[in-house]
């Protein structure tokens, strides 16, 4: 059977930076296509249902991050984001709305690929066929459903983006464990030096608001003040 070839979409108004990133990915295996500006993207986003997307914050239309937002109202695309602001609140927000990742300019076109590849490896392990018992993790009301990258609450399924997913199997699947924030950037993005802790607490904190009734005081993922955090219903 042939593999599918990855499909991209990179949503940058800079023609020269989109070129590059373009034919960086086609030198790769990769599809892509490119999108100008932010309402160009939605309706290539329909039309090409990507596997990825590249999203600069910058947009002659809109910004990117409310683009991210109105994104993750209907799909749960791997979102990265690629921008020239690199402040810690520009950061927070993009991830808050959903973005999966978040680069700076200017970038390394072999990080950028690294990251990609890094995501598809994960996600390709993560739905290939495990054994029968431990696809399915039950705790209470929640269910968590490795197979059909699905998390339900009281039977009600839970929109989460491809990350937020990963990142509560990671907690939940080890139980009473214990993660710094460093082990979980490294289990989940696979680049612990790259990465800003911040990342894991914006991401904390979206999945609390997602599974937990009352995530001020929740009752799955549990801090572990000076440590880190931990799946737990003790």
């Known amino acids: 059977m042939m593999k599918t070839t990855r499909k991209m979409l990179i949503i940058e108004d800079e023609q020269d930076i989109s070129r590059i990133i373009k034919d960086y990915l086609l030198k790769h295996g990769l599809e892509a296509a490119i999108a100008r500006n932010g309402r160009d993207g939605l309706s290539m986003l329909e039309m090409l249902q990507p596997d990825f997307i590249i999203l600069d914050l910058t947009l002659p239309d809109m910004d990117g991050i409310d683009l991210c937002r109105q994104i993750r109202e209907h799909s749960s ?35 950028l690929l690294a990251r ?29 459903d490795r197979k059909a990258f699905q998390a339900t609450v009281s039977g009600k399924k839970v929109a989460m983006s491809a990350k937020e997913f990963e990142l509560l199997y990671h907690l939940a699947s080890h ?21 800003d802790e911040n990342t894991i607490t914006v991401y904390i904190r979206r999945i609390r608001e997602k599974i937990e009734a009352d995530p001020a005081n929740p009752s799955y993922i549990r801090t572990v003040w000076g440590v880190g955090y931990k799946f737990s219903m003790d």
């Open 77 to 111: 695309v791997p979102i990265l984001i690629l921008s020239a602001r690199s402040s810690d609140t520009d950061k927070v927000l993009g991830l808050g709305f959903g973005a999966d990742d978040y680069m700076t300019k200017p970038f390394s076109l072999s990080e």
């Open 116 to 144: 990609i590849n890094a995501y598809f490896r994960r996600y390709e392990l993560m739905t290939a066929t495990p054994q029968p018992a431990d696809h399915v993790l039950r705790f209470g009301a929640l269910t968590i």
């Open 175 to 195: 139980s009473n464990q214990v993660f710094s924030k460093t082990q979980l950037l490294d289990a989940i993005w696979g680049y612990s030096s790259y990465g």
